[in-house]
T-cell receptor, first 111, second 116 residues
Framework: QQQVKQSPQSLIVQKGGISIINCAYENTAFDYFPWYQQFPGKGPALLIAIRPDVSEKKEGRFTISFNKSAKQFSLHIMDSQPGDSATYFCAARYNFNKFYFGSGTKLNVKP | NAGVMQNPRHLVRRRGQEARLRCSPMKGHSHVYWYRQLPEEGLKFMVYLQKENIIDESGMPKERFSAEFPKEGPSILRIQQVVRGDSAAYFC?????WGPGLYEQYFGPGTRLTVT
């Protein structure tokens, strides 16, 4: 049973456009929601994270929007660049140290 | 300041052999996690260890898989009598276990296991 559902599976965006990736969860005990970026052949790297008492967090071109009542959160990449082309994973943390990952979104930013 | 180190990066084993995957956490980190990633899928939690202790192994298959994190040296994920279905990328992550980012996980580059 998938604890965190992520969509879309793949995404093509033109350079300069906005990339939006969505995740949904069921377990209200999750207390921390990070996003990871993974390039081929590399490990996931922490990109940005949010706690459920905050509705939005912005770091540079990356923004997380969090909707606690809907149990959804999303990653927005503004002014998307070809260098942003990677696989993005959302995750949710339970009991301090157990992370559940979404299935990933492969982003392709066309020049 | 080296990140999480994993070796080997690629490992090929024949069915029935043993695979040993090693992970050295970031300096100062005392918590280690192992994940498995199948092609086109997300990461699946396997086990969480602190020095000399297994804290949570709820994601580990009951047979053939074991993990350890000794007082000295790297954490080891051991897969005995490998089968083709064990082919995957295995990622190790570490976290400090203290301070403001105590549970933030930093990932290594992974070991890609191929079973022939």
């Amino acid at each position: 049973q998938q604890q965190v559902k992520q969509s879309p599976q793949s995404l093509i965006v033109q350079k300069g456009g906005i990339s939006i990736i969505n995740c949904a969860y069921e377990n209200t005990a999750f207390d921390y929601f990070p996003w990871y970026q993974q390039f081929p052949g590399k490990g996931p790297a922490l990109l940005i994270a949010i706690r459920p008492d905050v509705s939005e967090k912005k770091e540079g071109r990356f923004t997380i929007s969090f909707n606690k009542s809907a149990k959804q959160f999303s990653l927005h990449i503004m002014d998307s660049q070809p260098g942003d082309s990677a696989t993005y994973f959302c995750a949710a943390r339970y009991n301090f140290n157990k992370f559940y990952f979404g299935s990933g979104t492969k982003l392709n930013v066309k020049p | 300041n080296a990140g999480v180190m994993q070796n080997p990066r690629h490992l090929v084993r024949r069915r029935g052999q043993e695979a040993r995957l090693r992970c050295s956490p970031m300096k100062g980190h005392s918590h280690v996690y192992w994940y498995r990633q199948l092609p086109e899928e997300g990461l699946k939690f396997m086990v969480y260890l602190q020095k000399e202790n297994i804290i949570d192994e709820s994601g580990m298959p009951k047979e053939r898989f074991s993990a350890e994190f000794p007082k000295e040296g790297p954490s080891i994920l051991r897969i005995q009598q490998v089968v083709r279905g064990d082919s995957a990328a295995y990622f190790c992550a570490s976290s400090p276990g203290w301070g403001p980012g105590l549970y933030e996980q930093y990932f290594g580059p992974g070991t890609r296991l191929t079973v022939t």
